[in-house]
C-alpha cells in the first residue's frame, strides 16, 4: 500500500509541468487527496486537496495557475502547473487525507496519514 509522484523536472519560468499522484494497493477515489510542497528550509505547505466529490481546494499562491484533478481509470491524482515561478520551486508530496472530504482544513498537514515519495520541481532560467 503506497503513493508515489513523479513528473517533477526543470523548468524555465512561465513554463508547465504535470504531477502524478499512482497508488497501489488501494483506491485513491475514495480518499481526498492532496498535494503539498516543501522548498529548502521551509516547512512543508498545501498545495491543492481534491475531496471524492471532486471538490477542488487551492492555496492562494497557485490559484487560477494549478488545477488537481482525479483520473479514476488510472487510480491517479493529477496536478497541472501552468504559469510557473522559480517560487514555486520544491519537492512536491502527495498525500492521502483518511476522509473522503478535504475540508477547510485541508492544508494541514498532520490530518494526511499516507504519504508518496516526493518529486522535485525546479523552475529556473
Known amino acids: 500500500v503506497q503513493l508515489q509522484a513523479f513528473g517533477g523536472g526543470v523548468v524555465q519560468p512561465g513554463g508547465s509541468l504535470r504531477l502524478s499522484c499512482a497508488a497501489s494497493g488501494f483506491t485513491l477515489g475514495y480518499y481526498a487527496i492532496g498535494w503539498f510542497r516543501q522548498a529548502p528550509g521551509k516547512e512543508r505547505e498545501g498545495v491543492s486537496c481534491?475531496?471524492?466529490?471532486?471538490?477542488?481546494y487551492y492555496a492562494d499562491s497557485v490559484k487560477g495557475r494549478f488545477t488537481i484533478s482525479r483520473d479514476r481509470n488510472k487510480n491517479t491524482v493529477l496536478l497541472q502547473m501552468s504559469s510557473l515561478k522559480p517560487e514555486d520551486t520544491a519537492v512536491y508530496y502527495c498525500?492521502?487525507?483518511?476522509?473522503?472530504?478535504?475540508?477547510?482544513?485541508?492544508?494541514?498537514?498532520?490530518?494526511?496519514?499516507?504519504w508518496g515519495q516526493g518529486t522535485l520541481v525546479t523552475v529556473s532560467s
Open positions: 481534491v475531496s471524492s466529490d471532486n471538490s477542488t
Open positions: 498525500a492521502n487525507r483518511p476522509s473522503p472530504f478535504c475540508g477547510s482544513k485541508w492544508s494541514f498537514v498532520r490530518d494526511f496519514g499516507r
